[in-house]
């Protein structure tokens, strides 16, 4: 049985930060990209970022430049562990975060869309005050 449990969300204030783990269980690690969603109250589950299975792909949803992503993704294939960097933190990034994963046959690809991923975990509710 497939399992993937986040942790690390939390009630910050703005521009704080945020680091949040999703621990995979019952799969082949490295055979799934992984990627986190969130879901705020009322609204679309929304793509926030993903990493290929070997990590070198990598793509977020709100910014092209990788100097000013505010959120970073990685993942650790030896824990079979995915993290979520979340900086600069802001109520709009008030939501539910989950972690989800994906099969691949492509080691470097990536997934945006959340009807690609099979697998997802329960969510950490992340709070930012102003």
């Known amino acids: 049985q497939v399992q993937l449990v986040e942790s690390g969300g939390g009630l910050v204030q703005a521009g704080d930060s945020l680091r949040l783990s999703c621990a995979a269980n019952?799969?082949?690690?490295?055979?799934?990209?992984m990627g986190w969603f969130r879901q705020a109250p009322g609204k679309r589950r929304e793509f926030v970022a993903a990493?290929?299975?070997?990590?070198?792909?990598?793509?977020?949803?709100y910014s092209t430049d990788p100097e000013e992503d505010r959120f970073t993704i990685s993942r650790d294939n030896t824990k079979n562990t995915v993290y979520l960097e979340l900086n600069s933190l802001t109520p709009v990034d008030t939501a539910v975060y989950l972690c989800a994963a994906a099969f691949s046959n492509q080691p470097h690809t990536t997934a945006v869309f959340p009807e690609q991923y099979a697998y997802w975990g329960q969510g950490t509710q992340v709070s930012v005050s102003s």
């Open positions: 990493i290929s299975r070997d990590g070198t792909g990598k793509g977020t949803a």
């Open positions: 019952g799969l082949t690690f490295t055979d799934y990209i």
